[in-house]
């Protein structure tokens, strides 16, 4: 099924986006990345979207226009020369761009790489002496590049209807995925091998094959499924539990290691259905958990029931996050939460949306009350070197009547017959 962002999809996220642009004094808004090109306009195609304080917005396209001009719930227009790109913007939008006033214009300097930045600075706006941002251009426009990132994080935070309906779908794909795959979890397989076969679950139900992170150099497989000891190595990835991976060039995820009778399995694992995402945990065992391991994960689900009974608006995200380390104390393991050692992380939960680590964060720091219509994944784990990892990972929407359930697969450790 190829599905088309609604028009008013769009047009409801660019009206909210202009009214941040307002509220900052900020002219305009330069979107660069695709996540935020698709979010907008419903097209991924190569280009800029420029989005006016006032007035309609363009998408300028080097490549595929004819499929933009197809996708797009805006306007679309060739980019042609990049060297003119400026003069092409100034024309268009003279209230913002024009006239030799100063003007501001946002856009995502957290991903947006350098050199990049630096060719769009040149066609905008010379830089100053001293390299600051702001400049004066050969044709008297006087430009300043901003940091827009956070207007567009935060803009994302609540999802609509149409955006909820689509994890929810990717969240059914997970659950059938998982239940055709567990029939293959047997003693001997190795990780790779069980995880080939449940891509090939999730690919035959839709899932577009990448799992996409707007944290800079973090990348993510569909998921990550490890065994034993294997599992609890740690890892670059920004998460309570890495993997071995397959060597140094894929240090994450599945390695070639069999998987053994009475060892925790932590089968971490995502879809992406139409660019939305889910992300959920759960724990498989062949036979038997040792006593110590299954007293974590009981503790895991007590973390993540009672978080859930918590999310609701005006929750604050780091005081779950300060709650679930006082769980994990009090029930000794502390040292173990989320990471071990150097190693651990620092939050317990991550937005989730067209992007893996989306805004807020269960974690200290996020102290804006949340809202309703934000998702969020909460994924409660402990790491026992040399051992194994235990744990569980939900998706929920929080809501006025509380938190509402996304994930589909049963909250429940799963026992394989050995």
Known sequence: MYTKLPAEESERRIGRLQEMLRQQALDGFLVTQNVALYYLTGSMQTGY?????????????RRSLQRAAEESAVATAPLGSFHAFGATLAQRYPASLGGGRQARIATELDVLPAQTYLRLQAVLGKAADGGSLSGVSSNGRNVELVD?????????I??????????EAAAEV????LEAALVHLRPGVTELAWMAALEYELRQRGHIGLMRMRGYNQEIMTGMVGAGAAAAEPSYFDGPAGGRGLGPAAPQSVSRRPIRAGEPVLIDIG?????????????????????????AYQTAEAIIRRTAEQLRPGTRPS??????????QAAGLAEHFMGYGADQVR??????????DEWPVLAAGFDKPMEAGTIVAVEPKFTFPGRGVVGIENCYLVSEEGARPLTRSPERLIRIAP
């Open 49 to 61: 979207l420029y989005v006016p304080a006032d007035g309609e917005a363009t998408y300028y396209v």
């Open 148 to 156: 827009g990132s956070a207007l567009l994080r935060s803009l994302r």
């Open 158 to 167: 609540v999802k609509s209807a149409y955006e909820i309906a689509r994890i």
């Open 174 to 177: 997970v659950a059938e995925s």
């Open 271 to 295: 879809c992406c259905i139409d660019g939305y995402v889910i992300d959920q945990t759960r724990t498989a065992v062949i036979g038997e958990l040792p006593d110590d391991l299954a007293q």
């Open 319 to 328: 005081a779950l996050y300060a709650e679930s380390l006082e769980l994990a």
């Open 347 to 356: 939050f317990l939960g991550h937005g989730i949306g067209l992007e893996i």
